[in-house]
């Protein structure tokens, strides 16, 4: 049996040994001898040698050749050893061993002797099998090194039928134990076989395996990582495993916060060292099922000087604001902004004034708040100025409704809404500021018009077009002649929704009537910027017709109002994406791949055309689908709530196979479609 004694040797975290002499049986030897067989491809006799030196059974020689072999790198070489060894006849072998030690008429000493022989024995040949998956690993063979790892186990749990004791187990047959378990997973995930993952994690935190407790809280943050980003959904744990009235997590979810929290507990106690990546986990978890207050208890009971005191502080402010208690939110970032503290932290300031804003007694000190991260925002990313402008806006029209005096109400009034405007720029796509704006025009009489377009598309949104139309007759009946271009617009475009083009071909024509008129009374040449909010842009009234046509086929209409559209402004995506439409109602593929292509080449962002690219591109067969995928992609990612693009892509991913993805992505079509707006709620910023 051997006895390994490793003399001038080091071993890194794989258990590798580094090339020297080995003892084994109380013998020593040379590896040179060997290595240079080794290097001559005579395998058997190189094994011939160990076995003959250190007096070795066929086993153990080879599991000790092919170590030689994959501490030298020759991953291949060392694959083509351990090929030899044959592992059920090594287990049958020590099986008996390992059941002498429960045998009554044998001494102690006998049996711990025998105990500690089996070991070193297991320990070689199993480590063999795990270098062996390791060195498949490396070759790409992933699956195969799954099945490799998986036969150490199995063998690991026929030759200890009770788990692995916490005593008289030998060191190297431990490390390469936990080395496989902790492998087991990985390899499956690797080889893209999550559901073999999922099982392979469960077996690893469920059995006796002896593991330390850094190497279970690695397995324990491993399996909570793939649960919560693999987007694989795992059943519960089986029957088997659970204990009556133990609790049985009910989704992904569930299962990775019960790991986070236990991997939690464990550093508290001291039990593994600290991690920040758990805590990030964590928070995000908790985040997800809006469990902020339960992530605040978990903050608390970490550890004085592990995070610094205001970004503890911060963060409780921003669970206990998540979890609605606002009082005890603001009083922790009140002392995280004190001038002893961090009082220019912006996210700290902006997160004060959004609470103050819900407030009308805290609404002053949210307006000082919402000052001081403006003019902490210099140099920084606009987004965080345009929340800060929002929240002053906010602030002071909470601090409105607490006025006593009809001039300070009216001046804080006029005050809101010039900084809630002021904020758009930096804000466009923030719907919530449309809404907020919306409301206070609404609320304050700021602009009638903007409140009855406003009206008009929420109706539309939720499909109420009959509604919507009737709503733009009564804002037209009670708005001057001059204002009513953006009212007519949307008229125009209730019409096409209800399937009118003839209705929707009059209403255009009022509006350029309109626009003209307006072009007439400036004294100016046509210009395509409007000046102001009422200003009609005749560009895009005779684009607008121009499109309305193509979707009817009639070319030669649309061809004259592209040429009134042309003669405004000469080169625009918008032309080039008409152009492209009516070379598509052609047959012309070719032609309108061209023009969506220069339309793109003058603005990369124009989302139309990606959608219509990726649409012709979907027609030309499976070689085209990733190019389909990216365009789509992209067009998604400038507008999320694009319904064609989700449409285009699930298309897409229906004709390559991916039926679940394909799915999701017409789901989302259809959700986008039954809360569509006629126009984008940020027209009316």
Request: include cysteine; hydrophobic fraction near 40%.
């Amino acid at each position: 049996m051997v006895q390994m004694l490793r003399s001038r040797s080091t071993t890194d975290s794989e258990g590798e040994l580094s090339v020297g002499e080995v003892r084994a049986n109380g013998l020593c030897m040379k590896t040179t001898e060997v290595e240079a067989k080794l290097d001559e491809g005579n395998i058997e006799e190189a094994e011939s040698s160990l076995r003959e030196g250190l007096s070795l059974n066929f086993e153990e020689a080879r599991a000790l050749l092919g170590r030689l072999e994959y501490q030298r790198g020759n991953v291949e070489g060392a694959l083509r050893v351990f090929d030899g060894i044959d592992l059920q006849a090594a287990i049958q072998r020590l099986q008996p061993s390992f059941s002498e030690r429960l045998h009554p008429r044998k001494g102690r000493s006998r049996i711990e002797s025998l105990i500690t022989v089996s070991q070193h024995a297991a320990g070689l040949v199993l480590e063999a099998i795990y270098l062996k998956a390791k060195s498949l690993q490396k070759l790409g063979r992933l699956t195969e090194a799954a099945h490799e790892c998986k036969s150490v186990l199995d063998a690991v749990e026929r030759i200890f039928h009770h788990g692995i004791p916490n005593v008289q187990v030998d060191s190297k047959l431990q490390e390469t134990v936990s080395q496989a378990v902790e492998l087991f997973p990985e390899l499956w995930k690797q080889a893209g076989c999550y559901h073999e993952a999922m099982s392979a994690y469960r077996r690893a935190l469920l059995s006796q395996w002896n593991l330390d407790n850094d190497c279970c809280a690695r397995i324990q943050k491993g399996f909570a990582v793939f649960l919560l980003y693999s987007g694989v959904e795992a059943a519960p744990p089986s029957l088997a495993v659970q204990m009556d009235g133990s609790y049985v997590p009910r989704n992904n979810l569930e299962e990775a916060i019960l790991l986070l929290m236990i991997l939690m507990k464990k550093i508290y106690l001291g039990k593994t060292k600290w991690d920040p990546s758990v805590m990030e986990h964590l928070t995000f978890a908790l985040s997800l099922c809006s469990q902020t207050s339960v992530l605040a208890k978990q903050l608390e009971e970490v550890m004085p000087g592990v995070f610094h005191r205001v970004d503890r502080w911060i963060t409780l402010a921003l669970c206990y604001s998540g979890a609605g208690q606002n009082s005890t939110s603001l009083n922790l970032l009140r002392k995280s902004l004190h001038k002893h503290e961090r009082p220019d932290d912006l996210m700290a300031l902006l997160l004060a004034a959004k609470i103050c804003s819900e407030d009308s007694l805290l609404a002053a000190e949210g307006v000082g708040y919402a000052q001081r991260a403006i003019s902490n925002t210099q140099g920084t990313d606009n987004h965080f100025k345009g929340v800060g402008l929002r929240m002053l806006g906010l602030c002071l029209a909470k601090q409105s409704k607490a006025s006593l005096s009809d001039a300070e109400r009216a001046r804080l009034q006029s005050e809101a809404l010039k900084k809630l405007n002021e904020a758009v720029p930096f804000e466009r796509d923030n719907l919530d500021l449309i809404f907020e704006l919306g409301r206070f025009i609404d609320a304050t009489g700021g602009s009638i018009s903007k409140g009855w377009r406003l009206l008009v598309m929420i109706l539309s949104a939720q499909q109420r077009f009959s509604e919507a139309e009737a709503v733009t007759d009564a804002a037209l009946n009670v708005t001057a002649k001059w204002e009513q271009g953006p009212l007519l617009r949307l008229k125009a475009k209730l019409k096409i929704s209800e399937s009118l083009p003839m209705d929707a071909i009059e209403t255009f024509c009022s509006l350029l009537a309109l626009a003209q008129a307006q072009r007439k009374s400036l004294g100016a040449c046509p210009s395509v910027h409007q000046v102001d909010d009422d200003r009609v842009n005749e560009f895009e009234v005779w684009y607008g017709v121009a499109t309305l046509y193509s979707s009817l086929s009639h070319w030669r209409d649309a061809e004259i109002c592209l040429g009134k559209a042309r003669e405004l402004k000469e080169y625009s995506v918008e032309l080039l994406h008409a152009e492209g439409v009516k070379f598509e109602g052609h047959g012309q593929i070719q032609e309108a791949l061209a023009a969506y292509i220069n339309a793109l080449l003058l603005d990369p962002g124009y989302v139309p055309c990606k959608i219509l690219i990726g649409a012709l591109l979907l027609k030309m067969g499976s070689k085209a689908f990733p190019v389909v995928r990216s365009l789509l992609s992209d067009a998604l990612r400038i507008e999320p709530t694009n319904r064609m693009a989700w449409y285009y892509l699930g298309m897409a991913h229906r004709d390559d196979g991916r039926i679940a993805d394909a799915t999701d992505c017409f789901q989302a079509a259809s959700i986008l479609e039954e809360s569509d707006p006629i126009e984008s709620f940020s027209s009316i910023l």
